[in-house]
């Protein structure tokens, strides 16, 4: 039955490898092998280390001193969903007014060669100034912060599930992330502002709750309390609904979100802190961008993206039609994720140098540009222009005076634009024809542009992509049945085949449904789309799964699903844990630690801290960490000391929190060779009450317990309480279920 | 800082004490204390015990057989929701009809009696039927069920948090349920259908998911792998969320609701499938609504209640003005409770025979007929029949022809529709003196119904009250301020104030602000009606806690919070256990179990297993409760037997489930005096893995660890890994934290 593959052999074994370059975008060498995992990747830790300088804090706090930290928490969430939105509100203008430049330049020119032949110099025009729009972002990128391509999602992810993924949230990041998003967006490319956004949130959540900025070198010396991994992930998860918010006017979709993808543990509290992030968010945004559109106050439209208000009703008879759809969401979703996996292995075997990825990005812009124009202009799709046309730059073309090119209108607007167009034009915007050869177009760019490196999402690239063969469905629908009063609106199975795709290639399913439903404001249409979004996604998972998991699998990073393998109880703690594990005793010589610290071939970093005894492992006593013991090295906290410390002030909390997150790699650490030998009392830093598990506990209950707790380390112990073992994220990410039963993943040394 | 209050000593601490007459509505002696925790409660247990059993049988089950068993998950989920559903949906033809019948009869009275006088007989008239209609409903409740009062929430609360309310999710208490909400509705209580609707969908999952009825002593031999609490619980939240969904047309309202109360451990399966039963229900109810209404297919008003759609926009001054409205809704629903729990602490101790239970409720019902009648009758606030008017019973009384009373379409009316009135009739229809005076009447109403032994929730009738005075406040406001074009629609206000007064009774944020939005279907107020709910929460909090909390708290449930106590790092797991345990050898006697489990002083639940040791606490090697010592008493698993019992079959975990969950006291077992000296060998049926804890742990750190896996004992042990002492809920939920620091409830020895 469960079908265990065999065990590698690999000898230091340790949780991970210090700081190293990010590996989300490309790996060093060149290989790829996909049943590997990284040791790249550090984990975050999750579970306080309730040590004696914590408690004596905690006891030392009245009850207003919660109350104050409590009230801070929540002026920092205002102020992540207030900045949050504000970002938001900067893209969406300086994409608007970009893509306007642009499209007015060669509307212009399109309109001056319509009459003199000679259209080519405009095709070049566009692709010109497509490319310089994108080549200007993809170096930003490729040069300055390789991990601010793509969307941020699948990072966001991996952060919220624990990992670290080294300069995820930097302020630099976000900085080159919003550029890079205006660029690629105003460049014409296949793809959304929707995707970054949440990954901005997020940095600026990290950002603000720390008080502080590293790149910027300032400390604003607030917010102290707030500086560990626990607290931090809290306020991204903010942060990420935040995003969310604004980018679709999804506040309830928001926080869902943020619980879908992160918190293990829901917290009343927290879940409220996130809500209140992202309304605000979703607020902030829509007050300046109703000041900005001169219509100050009107808040009826919210987020990035509106997709307008549904309101005509469907038939119960519909539903089936509408639930026939997950069949070809879930198929093309699926090959989208197929052709894009290929196309990113290509990409980490042949394009891994930045000068390569930044010409890629621009040939793929000079490509979309093309297609755009070479479609526009064999295409004699002519509609006439209506009163209530809301179409910016309606293209004439060859049509007759009064008309315009309604293929045009798909091409020449930006996505966002086109979804909407497709949800809501009138039954007749558009013939068969054009969307169909308008579908297969965008979605061969949408495939080739996600992943390239450039800033930018695949919501909005799936969306329209699903609301072009769904409209196409509803036309060809209503030719049949010929019975117009009943199937007028192919609006609605736009918006069904866009709900259709999106779940093909996403997979999030209740958060993506609370989104849509926000986004076009008709709960009545929350149930179809629903069912087209679960069944979809039990049509994707059987070719591959979504493409964001895609893309974390691709890492080789340790991502931890929300429940062990079902049938993975065969395996217990002892099969699991690496052992043996390094421990140091109570009081340890402060050479050993430097030595097992410098050792690069084990680098862990928990440590348990055991009770001094002979021949035979030790009893567990207690749990250290790396950045622990680094910070008290860093301070000579050691027992020959303590005499002359007396005139120093005591080494208090203060001071891990100023090294958090960057502690100093031991090397930078000097340590003379009369210090090696004395003392160091680890009592008062250790965590004296670290969980543990015995030997025979199954995997799903030692997952269980990992997963809810958040926790970094697991020490297993025997029934003398002594230490056998030790159970890290990778231990547990090994296992996955794969198509013959239970599999093992290798663990890379590098 | 910490102020702990001295500790009673009591003997014999246990667990609880086996099956009880439910407290919730009414203690047996009549007195109340509220320092105290009852010992009647039982706890849950979401923690598998992962015996020998449970394993082997995990480890046959191929990686088929799990999908089966999703599947099957899925399947039960769709039919909570269709039940569900289907019952919110008789229950609101029944109210319809039955008030329809009522208010016709008594309209007919007063139009024939208003033109000769003697209108006193029509108020007799109301008075009889309404008083005949709560009769019926009370003695339901009062006699047959009495765990059916109230709305229910606060026992689904409970349930959802790990304590177990006998007869809480049985069948009988549904049918009473059901009979009681329509009695009470259709008798004009200020009482509304919504609440009981989550409990119903709670039983309505507790009854399917396990494939079996006690009730009806019906066993349908399917779904045998759900008969543990833990699947039990996660089915019993998605009925609720189903009820909150058929209630308010608020699918995601209902997920955020069994989020926000029960569910400790966030699992995306488990969310998906409670989606999907809230998706279903709606659904079902909608469409068999629609068909009754005869409109089938129409889909776009769901839910029970529906507020109806606001178009029309507000302004950001405004929001400052909705804003100021979470004063008066904070402390108008802190007096509410108050008021409330002053009632109920006197109902306790006066009112707790049946028939007196039945004659405060007709009490109450004559005097809302009278009240109401009074008001009509007084009040002369006459409006033009306009065109549009959907009143269905307008009274004209003593005004002009063409003209209605507009005080009797407050009053005159099921609750629901006099909410929708109150948001959507235009601004006039109400002059300020009706609403000032009927906000007051029904204030007083509302708090003498809640409690009552009448089955009833409370959503509608704070959403009236709030409604009305929000309304009263923005005719007011127009009238001061004279610019009718801005301030034009009072309708909004009434909205605002609905928010603020639900948010002030119940203080359930996140989910109110989310059901809100999704009844009146505008993500345009999502801002102001969430912040008005914080804040009215925050106000209402400084005085007293919510009404449900207030009545669990009333009921010294053993109810756990979010977090432990913030002040509480001072505690300990040694002080917080009790100690001595009971504990059991690996091969004990059977004499001796029996013994124990018959000690109707101590009456534990769950025995750590040791190691014999002398002299000294032996090492933990297991844990076995209770319930499993029974089924292996009743089906005689000696030692001694072994050699016979190679005949008979071996005890398997289908036994167990059997007879889940209403095990037999150890009374009805009977146990030979040769029995008694044989031997029980428990290795094969203990929990060899129970969770542990150090004694040095702190209480948040315990906290946290028995919150977030649904823990019904964790064990404490000394370094040896000797049982030392054993945490339950109940020492747990003694720390809260009271005005001047931590405090600590006694807990009680009944």
């Known amino acids: 039955m469960a079908n265990i593959s065999k065990k590698v052999s690999w000898s230091g074994r340790g949780d991970d490898r210090g700081e190293r370059t990010p590996l989300l975008n490309g790996a060093e060498d060149g290989k790829y092998n996909r049943h590997v995992l990284h040791f790249v990747f550090q984990s975050l830790d999750y579970d306080n280390s309730e040590n004696q300088l914590f408690l004596e804090e905690e006891r030392r706090m009245s009850h207003m001193g919660f109350r104050c930290l409590e009230t801070r928490r929540w002026v920092i969430c205002g102020l992540i969903g207030f900045l949050t939105g504000l970002i938001a509100c900067l893209i969406d203008i300086a994409v608007e007014k970009l893509a306007g430049y642009k499209y007015s330049a060669v509307k212009q020119n399109i309109e001056k060669f319509t009459e003199f032949g000679g259209l080519s110099i405009s095709l070049i025009l566009w692709a010109v100034l497509n490319s310089a729009f994108v080549m200007v972002g993809a170096i930003a990128v490729a040069f300055f912060e390789p991990i601010a391509a793509g969307s941020g999602i699948p990072q966001i992810k991996c952060y919220l599930n624990g990992v670290k993924i080294p300069r995820v949230v930097r302020l630099k990041t976000l900085a080159i992330k919003v550029f890079g998003v205006i660029c690629s967006v105003a460049g014409g490319l296949a793809v959304g502002k929707e995707g970054p956004m949440i990954h901005s949130g997020a940095v600026v959540a990290a950002g603000v709750s720390q008080g502080r900025s590293t790149s910027l070198k300032k400390d604003f010396k607030i917010f102290e309390y707030f500086r560990r991994d626990t607290e931090k992930r809290d306020f991204v998860s903010a942060g990420a609904a935040a995003g969310v918010s604004a980018a679709f006017g999804a506040p309830v979709g928001g926080v869902l979100f943020s619980l879908e993808e992160g918190a293990s543990f829901w917290n009343q509290m927290l879940t409220w802190r996130i809500f209140f992030a992202s309304m605000i968010s979703t607020f902030t945004l829509n007050f300046f961008l109703s000041i900005y559109h001169g219509k100050p106050g009107e808040l009826s439209s919210p987020g990035l993206i509106n997709f307008g208000r549904f309101d005509s009703d469907y038939i119960p008879f519909e539903s089936f039609i509408f639930f026939s759809f997950h069949f070809p969401g879930g198929v093309l979703g699926a090959l989208f994720n197929v052709i894009n996996y290929w196309l990113t292995i290509f990409r ?37 222009l209506g009163q ?127 989104i849509l439903v926000e986004a076009t404001g008709s709960v009545t249409y929350g149930f179809p789309i ?98 622990q013991l680094i910070v008290l090295l860093k301070h000579k906290v050691f027992v020959e000391r303590a005499s002359s410390r007396l005139s120093h002030r005591k080494l208090q909390l203060k001071d891990f929190r100023d090294a958090y997150p960057r502690f100093p790699p031991i090397q930078s650490i000097h340590v003379s060779q009369d210090e090696r030998e004395c003392m160091m009392d680890l009592t008062e830093f250790m965590n004296p009450t670290p969980y543990t598990v015995p030997q025979e506990t199954s995997l799903p209950r030692v997952f269980k317990l990992f997963r809810a707790l958040g926790l970094r380390h697991l020490v297993v112990v025997d029934n003398e309480n002594r230490v056998v073992g030790l159970v890290t994220r990778k231990d547990l990410a090994r296992y996955h279920l794969g198509k013959d039963g239970l599999e093992e993943l290798h663990l890379a040394q590098t």
């Open 348 to 384: 980490i075997r042949y394009i891994h140098r930045p000068c390569l990825q930044v010409m890629e990005a621009m040939l793929v812009a000079a490509v979309t540009a093309t297609i755009s124009f070479a479609m526009i202009y064999f295409s004699n799709d002519c509609q006439p």
């Open 530 to 627: 629903m069912l087209v979004l679960m069944t979809a996604k039990i049509v994707g998972d059987y070719f591959i799964e979504g493409l964001y998991d895609v893309h974390i699998k691709l890492q080789s990073v340790p991502f931890l699903h929300w429940e062990a393998p079902p049938t993975s109880h065969w395996l217990t703690a002892r099969e699991v844990m690496s052992s043996p594990v390094t421990c140091f005793n109570r009081v340890e010589k402060v050479g050993r630690i430097v030595d097992v610290l410098s050792n690069t071939s084990t680098n862990h970093n928990g440590f348990p801290v055991v009770i001094l005894s002979f021949l035979q492992p030790g009893k567990i006593c207690g749990l250290i960490l790396r950045s």
């Open 388 to 514: 209530d046309n809301t179409e910016e730059y309606s293209l004439q073309l060859f049509c007759a005076d009064g008309e315009y090119n309604s293929m045009a209108t798909a091409f020449f607007n930006t996505p966002e634009r086109s979804v909407r167009s497709l949800f809501h034009n009138p039954p007749g915007s558009y013939n068969p024809l054009t969307l169909g050869v308008f579908t297969l177009a965008y979605f061969v760019l949408a495939v080739w542009t996600y992943g390239l490196t450039v800033s930018a999402g695949v919501f909005i690239p799936s969306l329209l992509i699903g609301a072009a063969w769904g409209r196409l469905f509803g036309i060809l629908l209503s030719t049949i049945t010929s019975s117009q009063s009943i199937w007028a609106d192919p609006g609605k199975y736009a918006l069904i085949g866009a709900a259709a795709q999106l779940g093909g290639i996403v997979r999030m399913t209740l958060s993506l449904t609370v």
